[in-house]
């Protein structure tokens, strides 16, 4: 039985790593909730932002944290989550935007590029409370 899963989000879906009597093996899958189905009682590491940002709390604790234990020459390898409104915005132009109302910083295209990935997560975790005991996200910089 799967225990732990190792997710990332890929042109394809996403790809979901995990061993397997002794050998390493992947799958890919279309939606993130088809991926969490799949493997019904294993534990998720998510490369993917989870809790995002908002007015209150523009920078992740998580984020920061990250950012010191890489030091100076990685930090920037962590870069800042999108709001949630970002993340559903329809264009890159509304989404910097709704980022800076909301946060007080534009979006960079990086963050932009995987808007997608981190709304369908978002939406997911919002919508299924129980998987926030068994889906965690990781940063494999770290």
Not at 1 to 16: E, K, L
Not at 40 to 53: E, S
Not at 88 to 116: F, H, M, T, Y
């Amino acid at each position: 039985m799967v225990q732990h899963v190792g997710v990332d989000g890929c042109r394809f879906g996403w790809v979901a790593v995990f061993e397997d009597n002794g050998e390493l093996l992947y799958r890919l899958f279309s939606k993130f909730a088809e991926l969490v189905a799949f493997f019904p009682a294993a534990n998720f590491l998510v490369d993917i932002p989870i809790g995002l940002p908002w007015n209150a709390c523009p920078v992740r604790p998580c984020d920061a944290l990250a950012r010191k234990n890489l030091g100076p020459g990685r930090a920037s390898s962590v870069f800042p989550a999108p709001s949630r409104d970002a993340c559903r915005a329809s264009d890159v132009n509304e989404a910097r935007r709704l980022n800076e109302a909301e946060l007080g910083k534009s979006l960079s295209a990086q963050a932009w590029g995987i808007c997608p990935k981190i709304a369908e997560v978002d939406v997911f975790m919002l919508s299924n409370p129980t998987a926030q005991l068994r889906v965690r996200e990781m940063h494999p910089e770290v």
